[in-house]
C-alpha cells in the first residue's frame, strides 16, 4: 500500500524559509515520479516541482523559481522542497505526489498523479 505523509508545514514571516518532507512507503522512488503541488482556496492544484521517475529530470514551476529547491533521496525514499523567500502569496496547503507511469512531460499536470499526501498548511504572514 502506498503512503505519503508530508511534514513540516506551519506559519513564518514573509521572508523566512520552511522545509517540507514528504516521506513515502510502498514506491521505489528510483523509478517514481514524485513532485510538489499546492492548492490555494478555491483554486485548482498547482506545480511547484518535482523529478522525473528516475530523477534526472528536475523542474521548478516559474513562480517558485530561484526561491524554492526540489530536492530526494532515493535510498530513504523521502522528496523535500525548500522554500526561501516566502511571500504571503506562496499561502497554501501544499501536497506531495507520485506516480510509477507519469512521463516527463506530464509532471506539471495533477490529474496524472496516482498517490497523494494528505497535504500540509503553509501560512506566510506579512
Known amino acids: 500500500q502506498v503512503q505519503l505523509v508530508e511534514a513540516g508545514g506551519g506559519l513564518v514571516q514573509a521572508g523566512g524559509s520552511l522545509r517540507l518532507s514528504c516521506a513515502a512507503s510502498g514506491l521505489r522512488f528510483s523509478t517514481t515520479a514524485t513532485a510538489w503541488f499546492r492548492q490555494f482556496p478555491g483554486k485548482e492544484r498547482e506545480y511547484v516541482g518535482g523529478f522525473s521517475r528516475t530523477g534526472g529530470y528536475v523542474s521548478h514551476a516559474d513562480s517558485v523559481k530561484g526561491r524554492f529547491t526540489v530536492s530526494r533521496d532515493n535510498a530513504k525514499s523521502i522528496m523535500f522542497l525548500q522554500m526561501d523567500s516566502l511571500k504571503p502569496e506562496d499561502t497554501a496547503v501544499y501536497f506531495c505526489?507520485?506516480?510509477?507511469?507519469?512521463?516527463?512531460?506530464?509532471?506539471?499536470?495533477?490529474?496524472?498523479?496516482?498517490?497523494w499526501g494528505q497535504g500540509t498548511q503553509v501560512t506566510v504572514s506579512s
Open positions: 505526489a507520485a506516480d510509477r507511469r507519469i512521463i516527463t512531460s506530464s509532471l506539471r499536470q495533477a490529474a496524472q498523479y496516482d498517490y
